[in-house]
C-alpha cells in the first residue's frame, strides 16, 4: 500500500489504524486516482499492467466518481488505459452532463415556485452541491434534488410539486407521518426527475438544527441571476458527516464531497459548532477515512474530533462496505442487513437510541399499507406493529 498512499499518508497510518490489507487492486487505483489531481504515469502503469478494468468502472460507477475519474485519467497517456475504458467514462461523463443540466432546470423552477407561494427553501446536495464545491456540476453526480422546507410548509410544497407534475411516491396514510419520517420521494410524471422534499436534516430531531435556526446560518448564492439558500458551512458539514455516516460511506463521493467542503471552513467556528450542537463522532469518522483513503491533511485545530475512540470504531466498520461494494439504501442488501442494524445502532447517542427504540413502536403508513384498516380500528396497529415489522421483514425482496 505504500505506493498509493506515500509518505505523509504512512505518517497518518501511525495515528490512525485501518485495516487497509484486503482492498482489491482495483479499489486501489480508485482512490489513488481520487486523491491526487496529476498522476503519475509510472505508477498508473503499474496498476494497468494488472488490473480488472470491468471491476475498475464498476467501482467507479458504484461510488459515483466516475466524472473525477475521467477528468483524471483524460490527460493521461492514451496507450496506458484501453480505449475502450475512456470511451466508457467519457459518455458516462457527458450523461451526467446532461441529468445535471435537467436537475438544474428543475431546481431553478421549483424553487421559483416555492419561493412565490412563501415557501423558504434550502437546498441540501445536487447541482448547488456540485458548483459550490467542486466548482462545475459536471464533475458530481446526483441522482435527486434534495430540498429542506420548514415542516409547516411541507403540505403547500407538495401542493406545488402537484401543480408543476410531481406525483408522490411514499405512503402517507396515518397521521404520524412527519414524526416517523422526515423526507418524502416525488418523481416527475413525464419526464422522471426526482425530487426529496425534507423537514428534518436526518431522522433524529434535534431543536438546533429546526429549520429557523439552519435558516439563519444559511449560505446564499446567485446563479444564472436566481438566488438559492444552502445550509451554512458549519451546518453543511455536519449534514454531510451524518448522512455518510448513516449510510456506512458505501459510496466514495460523499468523503470527497467533505474533502472538497473542509478548506472553506472556518476551523474555530467549526469547533465551536461542535462544541454546542454536536456530531463529533460522525465527523471523526469521515475525517479518519479521508485520511487513510484520500490522504487529506485534517486541520491541527479538528483533529480533536478523530481522537474519539468511537469514532475509530466508526471508521472500521464504514470499511466493511467500503470493501465490499454494497448498497445500503433505500434498503440494504440482505447479506449485510443485520450488520448494518447493529452499525446504524452504534452510531447512536444514548438518548438517540431510546428514541429509536420508542418510534419503533409507533405504527407508520408502511403498516397501513400491508394491513389497510378503517379510520376507527387505526389503534390496532400499536400491538400490530411488531407482526406487521416482521412481516415486511420476510416479504423483502432479495437484492
Known amino acids: 500500500m505504500t505506493n498509493l498512499f506515500g509518505v505523509d499518508a504512512l505518517i497518518i497510518e501511525d495515528a490512525v489504524k485501518l485495516d487497509l490489507s484486503d482492498i482489491s487492486k482495483e479499489l486501489s487505483f480508485l482512490l489513488y486516482i481520487l486523491r491526487n489531481n496529476t498522476q503519475d504515469e509510472i505508477l498508473i502503469k503499474q496498476y494497468a499492467s494488472d488490473i480488472d478494468w470491468t471491476l475498475f468502472m464498476k467501482l467507479a460507477m458504484h461510488h459515483r466518481v466516475y466524472p473525477l475519474v475521467y477528468l483524471r485519467l483524460k490527460g493521461v497517456k ?9 470511451a466508457s467514462l467519457q459518455q458516462h461523463y457527458h450523461n451526467n452532463v446532461m441529468r445535471m443540466l435537467h436537475l438544474s432546470r428543475e431546481m431553478s423552477q421549483i424553487c421559483e415556485a416555492l419561493k412565490d407561494h412563501g415557501v423558504r ?15 462545475d456540476l459536471a464533475h458530481r453526480t446526483s441522482k435527486d434534488l434534495d430540498i429542506l422546507v ?4 411541507v403540505e403547500k410544497a407538495e401542493q406545488i410539486l402537484v401543480q408543476l407534475g410531481y406525483e408522490l411516491q411514499d405512503e402517507r396514510i396515518l397521521e404520524n407521518w412527519k414524526k416517523t419520517s422526515h423526507h418524502f420521494s416525488y418523481v416527475h410524471k413525464k419526464h422522471s426527475a426526482q425530487i426529496e422534499v425534507h423537514w428534518r436534516l436526518n431522522p ?3 431543536k438546533s438544527f429546526s429549520f429557523d435556526r439552519l435558516w439563519e446560518r444559511r449560505n446564499d448564492v446567485m446563479l444564472s441571476h436566481q438566488v438559492y439558500h444552502y445550509l451554512g458551512n458549519e451546518d453543511l458539514l455536519c449534514y454531510l458527516t451524518d448522512h455518510g455516516a448513516r449510510h456506512g460511506w458505501f459510496r466514495l463521493r460523499w468523503l470527497t464531497d467533505i474533502a472538497r467542503l473542509l478548506p472553506m471552513i472556518n476551523n474555530d467556528d467549526m469547533r465551536a459548532h461542535f462544541e454546542r450542537y454536536g456530531g463529533q463522532q460522525y465527523a471523526g469518522q469521515a475525517f479518519i477515512l479521508m485520511s487513510r483513503l484520500f490522504a487529506v491533511d485534517i486541520p491541527a485545530e479538528l483533529t480533536v474530533v478523530t481522537n474519539n475512540p468511537k469514532a475509530h470504531r466508526l471508521a472500521e466498520s464504514a470499511l466493511y462496505y467500503i470493501k465490499r461494494m454494497v448498497k445500503l439504501n433505500p434498503v440494504p442488501e440482505k447479506s ?8 446504524l445502532f452504534s452510531l447512536m447517542t444514548g438518548k438517540q437510541k431510546v428514541i ?3 418510534n419503533k413502536f409507533l405504527p407508520n403508513s408502511r403498516d397501513a399499507s400491508v394491513l389497510p384498516l378503517p379510520k376507527f380500528l387505526y389503534f390496532l396497529y400499536f400491538p400490530l406493529r411488531p407482526f406487521l415489522w416482521f412481516w415486511r421483514r420476510i416479504k423483502q425482496p432479495s437484492i
Open 150 to 153: 420548514c415542516a409547516d410548509d
Open 204 to 206: 433524529h430531531y434535534d
Open 336 to 343: 449485510v442487513a443485520l450488520h448494518y442494524n447493529r452499525y
Open 78 to 86: 492514451a496507450s496506458l488505459i484501453p480505449s475502450e475504458v475512456m
Open 356 to 358: 429509536y427504540i420508542f
Open 121 to 135: 427553501t434550502l437546498l441540501l446536495k445536487g447541482p448547488i452541491l456540485a458548483t459550490q464545491l467542486y466548482g
